[in-house]
């Protein structure tokens, strides 16, 4: 008859504790699920740098959504805490996609730092219609870089990889982008102008 040792029980957890990396960032673990290795590992590495940019479009939407003013206030400082919702909304579906496919999805704030593509905004306030227009072109570094690696994926086979992209990056992203570009357009609050035959 073996005996297991035994262990003692009690209320202190056990802090401090270290461990050794198991998978290092940039390598994926083989699953089943009929994708060559290669197609997994191009997938990730686009994913992931799609990650990181959408991470910092989160906080940027964060940022302004704190620091917005103005007489549309109210109506910014809610749609971008809606946007930002969406987004970090995205940033757990691209890191699920990601260790579904056998990869390590970027998380800590310092490596999405050094993977982003996103220029870094000042620390101070900007005024409302540049945090708009950094918004947007946050959005269309995404779009470009979603849309490239939409058709890529498809080539390999990653039909997955593929929906992601098209049916949540790209449509969430166009759909935000243009409810930001139409606060950029210079239209009267109060008065429009009236035509010829009524002047």
Not at 64 to 79: K, M
Not at 87 to 103: F, K
Not at 149 to 167: F, K, P, R, Y
Request: with cysteine; glycine share 6%.
């Amino acid at each position: 008859m073996t005996t297991t040792p035994s262990r003692t029980v009690g209320t202190q957890p056990w802090l401090h504790q270290r461990g050794r990396e198991v998978q290092s960032f940039g390598t994926v673990r083989h699953f089943p699920l009929a994708l060559s290795r290669d197609a997994r590992m191009y997938s990730c590495q686009r994913l992931n740098r799609i990650s990181a940019d959408t991470q910092i479009l989160y906080a940027l939407y964060k940022k302004h959504h704190w620091l917005v003013r103005g007489h549309t206030f109210y109506q910014l400082h809610l749609l971008l805490d809606k946007h930002a919702g969406e987004q970090l909304a995205l940033i757990d579906t691209l890191a699920e996609r990601i260790q579904t496919l056998g990869g390590v999805a970027v998380g800590d704030p310092r490596h999405v730092a050094e993977l982003t593509q996103i220029p870094r905004s000042p620390d101070g306030v900007e005024e409302v219609p540049a945090m708009l227009s950094r918004l947007l072109e946050a959005h269309e570094s995404i779009l470009i870089d979603a849309h490239d690696a939409a058709a890529h994926v498809a080539e390999l086979g990653d039909d997955g990889t593929n929906d992601l992209l098209v049916s949540e990056v790209i449509r969430t992203g166009e759909m935000e982008a243009w409810f930001l570009a139409e606060h950029l357009v210079d239209t009267p609050l109060v008065r429009a102008d009236r035509p010829e035959e009524d002047r």
